[in-house]
Nanobody, 126 residues
């Protein structure tokens, strides 16, 4: 099982990026999926997650109104559209799959996610 994250890069404050995460090796159509990030010297933190059926999403307060998570089960892919980026958004962004099949409530805890991707670097300059 592999999660391949891409789409990161260097952008000026106020700019946008779209991250993609493709899962391969098996289907995750009945698993919630999430995005997390980790800045240097900081703990990995929750960013956003989407329910397995796409019916629910949840964003961290720090990104509400700026980031949007979406998914395409047919492509086994989850996206993170990031708008109005700020320097404090600079981090390595990781996608992950909920460890529990068909969970009804979106979890924001890293402990509840498996199959972490390799991460993609997002750098926002001021």
């Amino acid at each position: 099982v592999q999660l391949q994250a891409s789409g990161g890069g260097l952008v000026q404050a106020g700019g946008s990026l779209r991250l993609s995460c493709v899962a391969s090796g098996r289907t995750f159509s009945t698993y919630n999926m999430g995005w997390f990030r980790q800045a240097p010297g900081k703990e990995r933190e929750f960013v956003a997650a989407i329910s397995w059926n796409g019916g629910s999403t949840y964003n961290a307060d720090s990104v509400k109104g700026r980031f949007t998570i979406s998914g395409d089960n047919a492509k086994n892919t989850v996206y993170l559209q990031m708008n109005n980026l700020k320097p404090e958004d600079t981090a390595v962004y990781y996608c992950a799959v909920d460890r529990r099949n068909g969970r009804l409530v979106i979890s924001t805890s890293t402990d509840e996610y498996d199959y972490w991707g390799q991460g993609t670097q997002v750098t926002v300059s001021s």
